[in-house]
């Protein structure tokens, strides 16, 4: 235990050093944090900033403006469409220049429409959103929509809407807030920064929530490889009179403790069932950089327009932590640290462990960006291995923190027999990439993992496109049958009448024939 955990462990009981419970699995990569303690930068406004539709798990966006429009910093750029997603905000003022196509960070390297703006370099801003800093007066419901007009989603990576978090009823009431600081991917370290640089804004944030869900328990979750934001983080409790409410929790380094459900059994002991949220265990978490949006859209009246990320990797003279505007291409950011290409490189997006390798550089920065990592080509060939087969070892399931048989799955998804995959929990792999990690044969499972994932969700997708046209159809058999008997009875009761006026006609010339037979006697007599 170092010197400073020691020391630390003075601060009293709201620091808590060893964890009752843990989670099965898991691994301990090597951190290779380069940027921890870097005080963070600004990165400059590029030139043109893109803003795709769609930043957070849900549905797209739908733009509200037009090319030629002049927007403001915060201003509502895009409308949200169904009930899992946020809308899009411009991240400076400027001009809309397009409104088109463009790729963006995902493994299926599809674009997606996105809306460009070229900056006026006045960073005007929109102040629609006035701030609300008495915040324990306001209604949770007004809190809430602040914050799904903000745009939250999720900062930690998954990019989730934040509000949906929030959205609660009689059968789930929450005991306690967690504030998951633990940022257990190698290399990233901005969580870390902004801990350290914004302890007051990101406690004010879990104090927004907890008042929202009425819990009055609220614990923070940092690793011991950040012992330094343990002591700013516990200072800030006790100088905000928090400190009886919300504890610190400082966990052994292990990865992938950060995982939502990983954390809350570590520090709860509860496991949140497959398909469940946290809240259905009693339990709200939220990432570091999100309580920060949180207070910075209630406290401040801020829509989510930039986010602190790690820019890394050993192609990169300068690393450090940024301050980085949504829509900031990522050539643009490289460049600012400096960037070394010479011998070619590959860029990932997020973690070494979890994020993927760009295809573009020209690719936008989004709520979902932690870090950015360049890596020498020549760095990434020595750590490459060709894939052999499975020696059957078991050393993926032994680390996997979902409990699944990653071997088996992979060999499912490999040979396309996506109903066998599921029926061995695919969709419960978080795809932390442990074990990739450990696999003597160089298996990379987390990617057959995502192609079954992929083509399952298409194979649905499609399901339900072909049960849409289906339904579709017969509404429109049953509209032409209905026009069809509708049509029918009219002519019908056309004919009906037709009938009985001939009729009626007939008789009437009978009758008056019958009557002139009767006179015709008297005339001649
Ligand atoms: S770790 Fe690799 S070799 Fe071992 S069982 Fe898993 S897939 Fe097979
Ligand atoms: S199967 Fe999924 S959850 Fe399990 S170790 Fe592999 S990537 Fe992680």
């Known amino acids: 235990m170092s010197k400073l955990l020691e020391m630390l462990k003075g601060l009293g009981e709201q620091l808590h050093l060893k964890p009752q419970h843990s989670f099965t699995g898991g691994v301990h990569p090597q951190e290779l944090k380069k940027t921890a303690g870097l005080p963070s930068m600004t990165c400059p406004l590029p030139k043109q900033i893109i803003l795709p539709m769609k930043q957070h798990i849900g549905d797209a966006c739908e733009p509200l403006v037009k090319v030629g429009d002049h ?80 745009g939250l989603a999720g900062l930690g990576g998954a990019a989730f809407p934040t509000f949906i978090k929030l959205v609660l009823d009689q059968q789930n009431k929450i005991e306690t807030v967690v504030l998951n600081g633990i940022e257990c991917e190698p290399w990233l370290t901005n969580d870390h920064q902004l801990m350290l640089e914004k302890a007051h804004e990101i406690v004010t944030g879990m104090d927004i929530l907890m008042h929202m869900v009425g819990s009055q328990q609220g614990i923070i979750a940092i690793e011991d490889n950040k012992m330094d934001t343990v002591e700013v983080m516990q200072k800030t409790l006790v100088d905000m009179g928090l400190d ?218 499609e399901k339900a496109f072909a049960e849409e046209s289906r339904k579709r159809s017969e509404t429109r058999d049953a509209r032409i049958a209905q026009e069809l008997a509708e049509k029918e009875e009219k002519r019908r009761i056309a004919k009906e009448k037709k009938e009985a006026r001939a009729k009626a006609l007939a008789e009437k010339q009978a009758q008056e024939a019958a009557e002139g037979e009767t006179k015709k006697p008297e005339a001649e007599s």
Not at 89 to 114: F, M, N, R
Not at 119 to 134: A, F, M, Q, R, T
Not at 420 to 429: T, V
């Open 244 to 461: 009886a409410s919300v504890r610190i929790e400082v966990l052994p380094t292990k990865y992938p403790q950060g995982g939502e459900k990983q954390l809350i059994q570590v520090l709860t002991g509860k496991e949140v069932p497959a398909g469940r949220l946290p809240i259905q265990v009693g339990v709200l978490s939220q990432n570091v950089g999100t309580s920060k949006a949180i207070y910075d859209a209630v406290c401040l009246g801020e829509a989510l327009t930039e986010r602190m990320m790690t820019v890394s990797g050993d192609a990169l003279p300068n690393p450090t932590n940024m301050r980085v505007r949504l829509g900031t291409p990522v050539a643009w950011l490289l460049e600012q640290c400096g960037l070394d290409d010479t011998d070619g490189i590959k860029v990932i997006h997020g973690g070494p462990m979890m994020g993927d390798i760009l295809t573009d550089m020209r690719i936008p920065v989004v709520k979902a960006s932690n870090g950015i990592l360049a890596m020498r080509i020549s760095t990434l060939m020595q750590a490459h291995h060709q894939e052999d087969p499975c020696i059957r070892c078991g050393d993926c399931g032994d680390v996997c923190p979902a409990g699944l048989m990653p071997n088996l799955l992979a060999v499912h998804c490999k040979e396309e027999q996506f109903e066998r995959a599921e029926d061995y929990n695919l969709f419960d792999c978080i795809e932390c990439g442990a074990c990739s990690y450990v696999c003597p044969s160089h298996i990379p499972l987390v990617h057959y993992f995502r192609f079954g994932k992929g083509k399952v969700a298409q194979i649905r997708r």
């Open 71 to 150: 927007v403001l910093r915060g201003q509502q750029i895009a409308k949200s469409q169904g009930y899992l997603s946020v809308p899009v905000h411009a991240s400076t003022s400027g001009t809309v220049t397009k409104i088109e196509d463009h790729v963006i960070a995902h493994p299926s390297g599809l674009g997606l429409p996105c809306i460009f703006i070229e900056p006026d370099g006045k960073d005007e801003v929109d102040e629609s959103l006035y701030p609300l800093p008495n915040y324990r007066s306001a209604d949770p419901i007004e809190l809430r929509e602040r914050i799904r007009s903000a």
